[in-house]
């Protein structure tokens, strides 16, 4: 059984930093497709980057140069390392794997991922 559990989460100022994990079990890690997705309270659940088996990454162009998201892959861990934090970061995170791989041109959205953790949540303050 696929379990995914978000930490990290929490309250910064404006320009701090934050630093979420993603603990995996229950399947081999190396053969999914993992990806950070956050939604604010009235909004769509939106891509924020996601990571092949490679290490290849992808983002958002709303945090690029900001994330970055590392997976190691013998702790079956994610994370994203999250800089320069704005108030329009506010959401609930939320760690997703996907069985295989995603083309490099589809677009990273939720329906691609079966597997959803609880979120955490970040709150950036002004």
């Known amino acids: 059984q696929v379990q995914l559990v978000e930490s990290g989460g929490g309250s910064v100022q404006s320009g701090g930093s934050l630093r979420l994990s993603c603990a995996a079990s229950?399947?081999?890690?190396?053969?999914?497709?993992m990806g950070w997705f956050r939604q604010a309270p009235g909004k769509e659940r939106e891509g924020v980057a996601g990571?092949?088996?490679?290490?290849?990454?992808r983002y958002a162009d709303s945090v690029k140069g900001r994330f970055t998201i590392t997976q190691d892959n013998a702790e079956n861990t994610l994370y994203l390392q999250m800089n320069n934090l704005k108030p329009e970061d506010t959401s609930m995170y939320y760690c997703?794997?996907?069985?295989?791989?995603?083309?490099?041109?589809?677009?990273?959205?939720?329906?691609?991922?079966?597997?959803w953790g609880q979120g955490t949540q970040v709150t950036v303050s002004s």
């Open positions: 990571i092949d088996s490679d290490g290849k990454a």
């Open positions: 997703a794997a996907r069985r295989g791989s995603l083309a490099w041109w589809a677009p990273l959205l939720p329906t691609y991922f079966a597997y």
């Open positions: 229950g399947y081999t890690y190396s053969r999914y497709y």
